[in-house]
C-alpha cells in the first residue's frame, strides 16, 4: 500500500475533478475521440478480484486506430527493444494507455485530455516538418521532435504543453510496461513466489557492500 | 446457524456486538470462548478471505495495472470491500476541504471491517502513553495504566500471532516470553538504513507486526489464555493449527487465504463461531441504541441492507464496536426525551475529541543500493524494522518545540513491480527517454527507500464531529456527521521535524531526498488519511468529562459499552489496533463478569 499516492491522489481529486470538466469543450481537437466521455460506473467497489480481467472488460476502450498507432509507435520509442526485453507496443502498451485515457477516474480523465491534445501536437509537428503523421516520420524526425518535450526544464516556452504530455506518457508507457511480466523479467524481479523460509540479504552481497 | 438474517435469528442474546473489525471481532471472540451467547451485527457484505483474496494476482491481471482509484483508493487488489474515504450512498460533510483543516472518513463496509486490509503494525502503547497529561500537562490522562492493560496485550499477542523483539528500549514495553513471535530476516535496505540512523542516535529494531512468522504454539497458547475452560482450549487449538505460517510473499494488505496475518475473519471470527455462540447477521446497519424504560439499553435499531426494512434485535447488554466514529454517530442520533443530545451523551463530549496519526513521508534514492543483482526481497512485506521515539528526555526537558513523538515506519528493496514503477524519474534522469531510460529504470529499481513518520496528535477543541446540522442523510435515511479538524503547533512541528530527520538519514546513506517540506503545515498529511481515527467518546475518571469510564462502559447505560478506538483519550504514536484489541478483550472480560455475578 502506497500511503504516498493515496494523499496526492485524494488532493488532486478533490481540487481537479470539476476544473478539468470545465476546461474540455474548448479544447478537444476536431476528429479525435471525445474528450468527454459517457459517465461510466468503473468498476465499483466490490469487483471480482481474484479472475483475471480484459482492458475494456469494465469500460469500453475509445481510442481510434490511428491513436492507437501512434500510442505504440511513441511508446516504443520511450521504452524499445533490447537486449534484455521486448519493446512496449510488444507487451501490449498501447492497450494500457487507451484502457487509462478511457477510465472513468478523475486521475484518468485529468490525463486524457493531456495525451490526445499530445496526439494532436505530435501530428501537427509531423506535418509542419515533413508534412506526415508523427507514425509515419522517419526514425530521426521522431527522435528529434521527443528531444524538443523530453525534459520539461529545458523545453522551449511553446513546447511547455507539449513537454508536460511526453513526461506524462513516459509515466503510462512505463506503468504499463512494468506491469507486464516481461517488465517484471527486464528487472529481475524474482519474488511473488511461495517460500518455505525467508533468509534475507545474503552475507556475500551484504560484505561487498560493507554492510557487515 | 452462525450467519443468521433478520427471520433466522433468536429472539435474545447475552450481548449485541454492532461491528466486526478489531474491537468487535474482539469482544466477541472473548465473550462467545467464555459461554456467552453473542449476536453480531455487521453494516457491509459477508466476506470469505480463503476464496476471494486475490494472493499471487500480478498488476497486468488488473485494470489500470492495480493502480489507485476512487473506488479502490489502494489499488484493485487491496481487501476493502465497498470502502474508503467515500462510500456510495453514505456521505459525511465536512466543515472545510482546506489541507489544513480537512478531515477524510475511511469506512469499510464488510465483515472484518478494516482488520482485512490494515498494515498489520502491533505496537504497544508504553507506561507514558496512558498518562500523558501527567507527563507533559496537555491533553488527558487514561483511567487505566499500562499496568492494567499489559496482561491484555499478552493475551492478544498470543492469540493472532505477532513477530518482534524485546528491546528495553524507553516507553517501548517488552513481551512476556513466549508472546511474541520471531522477526523476519533484514533486507539489504534494512542494513543500511539501521547503519545511517544509528550512527544519527537513532535506533532500529524489528518492528511488530500481526504476521504468522512461524506457526503458533497450538499447545501452550490456547492453555495461557483460556485456563479451565477445556473446550475453548480445544477450539483454539484446533483453530491455531490450521492457520498457515508465512510464505513471504504477497502484499498483506490484500488479505491472506492462508490465514498468515491477522484478520477478523480469520482469527477472530472462525473459533468464536466455532462455539456455537455467535450468531452474525452481515448486510445490518445499526443506527440507534434503544433505551428501555428502566434506563437501559433494550438493543440496537437496524436497517436490513438487503429488504430495506427496520429491525430491532435485543440483549442483556450491547457493545458498539463499529470504529470510533460510528460508534459516536450511533450514539448521537440514538436520541430520546432523558437523552435529548444522544445516549450516554449527559457529558456533552460524545463525538469531542477526534485524533489521527500525524503523518508525514519522505522518499530517498540511494547510490550504493543501484544496481544489485536480482533479490527476492518480499520477505514480510515491508516494515520488517523500525524507529521507536528515541527524545523522550529531549522534549520532557522542553528541546524539541513540540510534546509529543513519533515512530518512523520505512520500507524499501526490490518489490513487485507494478504502475508505479518509472513514475516520476526525471529528478534522476534528467527526462531521458529511449534505451537510456529503460536501463536507468533498471539502475533505479530498488535503490529507493520510503520514510514514514506516524506520530502522536493532541486532542483538542476544535477536532469533533456532531450530526450534521443541514441535515444530510445517507441512503438509509440516517443523519450523517459533519466533521470539524484542526491542527495543533505540536503536530505541524513534529511532521516538520520528521521530513529533516528523514532527510538526514538518508543523506547519511548517501542518498539524497527526493524532497523535504519543511514547512509542518504542508508536510502534515490532511486529518484521516492515516485511518487511525480514535476518540468521540473518551474514557476518564470524571463522568462530567468523559463517555466511558475504565471498563469501556459508559457512565449513562450500565449496560452499554463501546470497545473501539473512540474511548481513547489519548492517541500514541503507536498505531492503535493492538491497544483497541487489548482495551476490548479486558471490557469483555469484565462484562462476562458481571453477567455471571447477574448486575448486567
Redo the contacts between chains.
Keep these: 500500500?502506497?500511503?504516498?499516492?493515496?494523499?496526492k491522489?485524494?488532493?488532486a481529486?478533490?481540487a481537479a475533478w470539476p476544473a478539468w470538466r470545465a476546461g474540455l469543450a474548448a479544447q478537444t481537437p476536431p476528429g479525435a475521440a471525445p474528450s468527454q466521455l459517457p459517465a461510466a460506473p468503473?468498476?465499483?467497489?466490490?469487483?471480482d478480484?481474484?479472475t483475471?480481467?480484459k482492458?475494456g472488460?469494465?469500460w469500453p476502450l475509445t481510442l481510434s486506430a490511428a491513436q492507437r498507432r501512434l500510442a505504440a509507435v511513441l511508446s516504443d520509442?520511450?521504452?524499445?527493444a533490447?537486449e534484455?526485453?521486448p519493446s512496449a507496443s510488444a507487451v501490449g502498451v498501447a492497450d494500457?494507455i487507451d484502457?487509462?485515457v478511457s477510465?472513468p477516474?478523475?486521475?484518468?480523465q485529468g490525463d486524457r485530455p493531456i495525451v490526445l491534445q499530445g496526439f494532436a501536437w505530435l501530428d501537427a509537428e509531423g506535418a509542419r516538418r515533413l508534412g506526415k503523421g508523427f507514425a509515419a516520420l522517419d526514425a530521426a524526425t521522431q527522435?528529434a521532435i521527443?528531444d524538443s518535450i523530453?525534459?520539461?526544464?529545458?523545453a522551449a516556452p511553446e513546447r511547455r504543453d507539449a513537454a508536460r504530455f511526453?513526461?506524462l506518457y513516459?509515466?503510462l508507457t512505463?506503468?504499463?510496461?512494468?506491469?507486464?511480466?516481461a517488465?517484471?523479467k527486464?528487472?529481475?524481479?524474482?519474488?511473488?513466489?511461495?517460500?518455505?523460509?525467508?533468509?534475507?540479504?545474503?552475507p556475500e552481497?551484504?560484505k561487498r557492500?560493507k554492510?557487515? | 446457524m452462525p450467519f443468521v438474517t433478520a427471520k433466522t435469528r433468536q429472539r435474545a442474546y447475552d450481548v449485541i456486538v454492532v461491528g466486526s473489525g478489531a474491537a468487535g471481532g474482539q469482544t466477541a471472540y472473548t465473550l462467545c470462548m467464555e459461554g456467552a451467547r453473542v449476536l453480531m451485527l455487521e453494516a457491509g457484505r459477508r466476506y470469505t478471505p480463503a476464496a476471494e483474496t486475490p494472493m499471487f494476482q500480478t498488476p497486468d491481471m488488473a485494470p489500470l495495472g492495480g493502480a489507485n482509484t476512487p473506488q479502490k483508493p489502494f489499488g484493485f487488489y487491496d481487501a476493502t470491500v465497498d470502502g474508503g474515504w467515500e462510500v456510495p450512498g453514505e456521505p459525511y460533510v465536512r466543515t472545510t476541504e482546506d489541507h489544513a483543516g480537512r478531515f477524510d472518513w475511511w469506512r469499510a463496509r464488510m465483515l472484518g471491517g478494516r482488520t482485512n486490509h490494515w498494515g498489520r503494525i502491533s505496537l504497544r502503547n508504553g507506561p507514558y502513553d496512558f498518562k500523558p497529561k501527567s507527563r507533559d500537562g496537555l491533553g488527558f490522562d487514561w483511567p487505566i495504566g499500562y499496568e492494567d492493560v499489559a496482561p491484555y496485550y499478552d493475551k492478544v499477542e498470543l492469540l493472532i500471532g505477532v513477530y518482534g523483539s524485546n528491546e528495553g528500549l524507553e516507553n517501548t514495553p517488552n513481551s512476556p516470553p513466549g508472546c511474541l513471535l520471531p522477526p523476519p530476516k533484514p533486507i539489504v535496505s534494512d542494513y543500511l538504513i539501521a547503519r545511517s540512523a544509528r550512527r544519527l542516535g537513532i535506533p532500529v529494531i524489528p518492528g511488530h507486526r500481526a504476521v504468522l512468522t512461524q506457526a503458533l504454539d497450538h499447545r501452550s497458547n490456547p492453555q495461557r489464555l483460556h485456563p479451565g475452560n477445556a473446550k475453548a482450549q480445544e477450539i483454539l487449538a484446533a483453530d491455531m493449527r490450521s492457520r498457515a505460517p508465512c510464505l513471504w510473499a504477497t502484499p498483506c494488505g490484500r488479505g491472506c487465504s492462508i490465514r498468515a496475518n491477522y484478520q477478523s475473519t480469520t482469527v477472530h471470527l472462525p473459533p468464536a463461531l466455532a462455539t456455537g455462540n455467535l450468531d452474525i447477521a452481515t448486510d445490518a446497519m445499526v443506527y440507534e441504541v434503544a433505551l428501555g424504560a428502566d434506563g437501559r439499553a433494550d438493543g440496537v435499531n437496524f436497517v436490513d441492507r438487503t429488504t430495506g426494512t427496520h429491525e430491532h434485535a435485543s440483549a442483556r447488554v450491547v457493545v458498539l464496536a463499529a470504529s470510533a466514529c460510528e460508534s459516536a454517530r450511533i450514539l448521537l442520533n440514538s436520541k430520546s426525551p432523558h437523552f435529548p443530545d444522544g445516549l450516554a451523551n449527559s457529558s456533552g463530549k460524545v463525538g469531542r475529541y477526534i485524533m489521527d496519526t500525524v503523518g508525514s513521508d519522505v522518499t530517498g534514492q540511494v547510490p550504493l543500493l543501484e544496481s544489485l543483482p536480482p533479490l527476492n526481497e518480499d520477505g514480510a512485506d515491508g516494515h520488517q524494522f523500525y524507529m521507536p521515539w528515541w527524545l523522550y528526555q529531549e522534549q520532557l526537558a522542553g528541546k524539541l518545540g513540540f510534546a509529543r513523538g513519533y515512530h518512523v515506519e520505512f520500507s524499501g528493496g526490490k518489490r513487485m513491480p507494478g504502475p508505479d514503477t518509472g513514475k516520476g524519474l526525471e529528478w534522476l534522469t534528467g527526462g531521458n527517454y529511449g534505451a537510456k531510460f529503460k536501463q536507468d529504470v533498471r539502475r533505479y529499481y530498488g535503490s529507493f527507500v520510503y520514510f514514514s513518520g506516524r506520530g502522536e496528535m493532541i486532542p483538542n477543541e476544535r477536532s469533533y464531529c456532531e450530526i450534521d446540522p443541514g441535515g444530510v442523510k445517507d441512503k438509509w435515511g440516517i443523519p450523517v456527521l459533519r466533521f470539524h479538524w484542526q491542527w495543533s503547533e505540536h503536530e505541524r512541528r513534529q511532521a516538520a521535524h520528521m521530513q529533516r530527520t528523514f532527510g538526514d538519514i538518508i543523506e547519511a546513506m548517501g542518498g539524497k531526498p527526493k524532497k523535504i517540506e519543511t514547512d509542518g503545515a504542508k508536510a502534515i498529511a490532511p486529518g484521516g488519511l492515516i485511518i487511525h481515527e480514535v476518540g468521540g467518546a473518551i474514557m476518564g475518571a470524571n463522568p462530567k468529562a468523559s463517555v466511558t469510564n475504565g471498563w469501556c462502559q459508559t457512565w449513562d447505560v450500565p449496560n452499554l459499552f463501546i470497545t473501539d478506538g473512540a474511548v481513547f483519550p489519548s492517541n500514541a504514536d503507536k498505531n492503535p489496533t493492538l491497544t483497541i484489541m487489548a482495551i476490548a478483550w479486558r471490557a469483555a472480560d469484565h462484562i462476562l463478569e458481571r453477567l455471571r455475578r447477574k448486575e448486567l
Design positions: 500500500m502506497d500511503r504516498r499516492t493515496t494523499v491522489w485524494m488532493l481529486a478533490s468503473g468498476y465499483g467497489t466490490d469487483p478480484l481474484v483475471p480481467h482492458r472488460e469494465f520509442l520511450i521504452i524499445p533490447d534484455h526485453s494500457f484502457e487509462w477510465a477516474y478523475p486521475t484518468q527522435t521527443c523530453c525534459d520539461a526544464t529545458r511526453f513526461a513516459r509515466d512505463a506503468a504499463a510496461f512494468y506491469s507486464s511480466p517488465g517484471r527486464d528487472l529481475g524481479y524474482i519474488g511473488n513466489v511461495p517460500l518455505t523460509s525467508f533468509d534475507g540479504a545474503p552481497l551484504l557492500l554492510l557487515t
